[in-house]
């Protein structure tokens, strides 16, 4: 398998986000990556102290026109997660399109990083640019529940409205979106959280068959950083392996993700000792040592067809 990643994120010195979560987990899985660092900072920002660099828009078009120059610029995938600069995030439009003309079957992954809990912590004009550019170009889209309420001015507060906000995400263009966490209860109780997820799948008689499910996550008790990324990487991934089965993507992704986070904490909370509360560093993802579960993750959360 020849299948070419170009990847626009950030990139830590030190620890997993960004580009640095998406890589290796892509590479063990055979895809070839070519990564565009949008900043490189010493660490990410939960650190109490962070030093770094920010690619401006301008060097993002140089990257690429070298690129371009040599004529190696066709992809199989665009994947992109956090940007904060509406210039930046242009440029990435332009970049898409550009590839698109070069190879019609590009799929494009867009985590559309705008906030959580109700709080957006990117410029707030980041979102028409979302809406109207960066989210009709892409076939596959990881939003949380608020990124997805602020892209289709839609509240959730029951499953039948996550279904809605979905096919509404599907109207804007991608065919498949995955609702990466809700605050929707779970019937196992709070422990768990619900993701969804809708996969539009055009058959040849140009008829839509729509398959949607629904995964209740248990949650581990830290704050880790860089899962968002992972996340949106498993499943360019596992959708490449199952492109007509999101319920068995889904599975292995958040498996695989599963499996990363509980051999994280169980390092975090030998290291800090008993009684201590983990550090940034110590919470950083435990990702070489779970190459085994990246590569072939056994399945220990199942999807539900709704």
Known sequence: MECRVLSIQSHVVRGYVGNKSATFPLQVLGFEVDSINSVQFSNHTGYDHWKGQVLTAEELKVLYEGIKLNKVNRYDYILTGYSRDTSFLEMVVDIIKELKKANSSLVYVCDPVMGDQGAMYVPENLLPIYKNKVVPLAEILTPNQFEAELLTGRKICTEDDAIKVMDLLH???????????????SKHGDQFLVALGSQRIRKPD??????????DIPKVDAA??????????????????????????CEKTVSAIHHV????ITYANEVAGPGNKPSPAQLELRMIQ???DIENPSIVIEAKVL
């Open 290 to 292: 779970s190459k085994a």
């Open 206 to 215: 140009g008829t839509i068959t729509c398959q949607k499910i629904c995964m």
């Open 171 to 185: 109207d804007m263009g991608p065919e498949t979106v995955v609702l990466t966490s809700t605050d929707l209860p």
């Open 224 to 249: 880790f950083v860089g899962t968002g990324d992972l996340f949106a990487a498993m499943l360019l991934a596992w959708t490449y392996h199952h492109p007509k089965d999101l319920k068995t993507a």
């Open 261 to 264: 986070l509980k051999r994280t």
